[in-house]
Structure formats: C-alpha cells, structure tokens
C-alpha cells in the first residue's frame, strides 16, 4: 500500500504513532516502486525502545493481513522473556510473528543467522499473500536485510 506524501506523513495516514518511523526503503525518498520493480513489498517498522513498535506491528497485521518479522538480537533466545519486551502469547496469536524464539542462549547467534532466517520469513509470507512488516529494534539487523553481510 502506498499513501502519497512523505515518509513522516505515512504512520498518521495508517493509524501509528508519530514515534514509529515507516520506512519503505531507508535508502531511497518514500515514493511508490518503479513498475519494473519486481520485488515483493516489505513495511519496515523502526525507531526507539518503547515508542509503541511492536503495538504498531500489530494494528498493521490486524488491518493489511500481514505478518511480523522481529529484528531483535534479544528476543531471537528462548527463555528470555524478562527484559525482551517480546510480544506476548495473545499477541503472537493474533498476528503471526517471525524471528523470536529461534536460539538457545547457550548458543552462538550471529547477524548471518538472523539474515537467513529472516530473508526466508519475508519470502514464504510474501508467498502467502501476506505483506511482511520487519519491526526493527536492532539496527544491525536490519543493515543486514539493506546491505547483506554474508
């Protein structure tokens, strides 16, 4: 979906809160893809711990039949729910999520780790019919979906 105007006006059209920066691209202006742009669209939700991402990530699944795709470099470990801010049960209930969840914290995790996974999410949700929203909360994480690190 694209709502003309700038990047800054996009979260007010759609219902967010000014504190949740929508980014289609964060290296091009916020304008529609050329035609022959063949690559399946992705919301990118980012901006400051507590700013209301993650609240944001689900109004957006509940209203565009979309999935979450977490970049957290915490909430990727099991069993670490006290000070991840993941999601709860109810919330990845109501909207499916991605990227929690996929790790041991005895075991190594890398940013590699997290691109893979997170690349095949975007792709089986786009596949789905489903517009993919990554809720970026790790900037490292998300540089790797922008510019790969493999």
Not at 49 to 69: I, N, Q
């Amino acid at each position: 979906m694209y709502v003309p105007g700038s990047c800054s006006s996009l979260p007010a059209a759609i219902g967010l809160p000014s504190s949740v920066a929508v980014v289609a691209d964060p290296t091009v202006p916020c304008v529609p893809a050329p035609p022959e742009d063949t690559r399946p669209p992705v919301v990118v939700l980012t901006g400051p711990t507590a700013s209301g991402k993650t609240a944001a990530a689900l109004r957006l699944g509940k209203r565009f039949d979309a999935e979450v795709v977490s970049a957290d470099s915490m909430q990727v470990y099991r069993r670490m729910n006290i000070g991840t801010a993941k999601p709860s049960a109810a919330d990845r209930g109501a909207v499916a999520h991605h990227g929690i969840d996929l790790a041991e914290p005895s075991t190594d995790f890398a940013v590699t780790h997290f691109e893979r996974a997170a690349r095949e999410a975007m792709a089986q949700i786009s596949r789905r019919g489903a517009l993919p929203v990554l809720v970026a909360g790790t900037g490292l994480y998300l540089r790797s979906l922008t510019d790969p690190m493999e």
